[in-house]
């Protein structure tokens, strides 16, 4: 069974599915956690030491949607091709991870990632 969900806020949402078979009706209620899309607007700052250890700030939207105990929605920080760092999450609009040490000086892409989606 596959439905497409309309345009929603954010939130817990009620659904029903019903079937209808042989003249008799079952029917399931779920609840669907609909989260906003993460957004990053900002890093701060915009640069470290190669040896790495610098608390870079994220900003943006979208960082702080757990909607009980059970939902898991974590951030992971990204720097170039290096491994996922957990993020801290400061608030709805902030996040922190310690960048790592780099081989060479170069610029890096930050990676802002949770569950399986990566948002550049």
Known sequence: ???????????QVHVSVESKEDNTAAQNTLILAVRE??????LSP??????????????????QQNFSPQD??????RFGERSLIL??????SELACVSPPS??????????????RYNS
């Open 72 to 77: 898991d929605y974590t951030f992971y920080c």
């Open 103 to 116: 081989l060479i000086l170069t610029d890096v892409t930050f990676t802002l990632a949770w569950g399986n």
């Open 37 to 42: 899309m993460p957004h990053v607007t900002g």
């Open 46 to 63: 915009a640069s470290g030491p190669i040896n790495g250890n610098t608390l870079v700030s994220i900003s943006g939207s979208g960082f």
């Open 87 to 92: 993020a801290d999450v400061k608030s709805n």
């Open 1 to 11: 069974l596959e439905c497409i969900c309309p345009a929603l806020s954010s939130g």
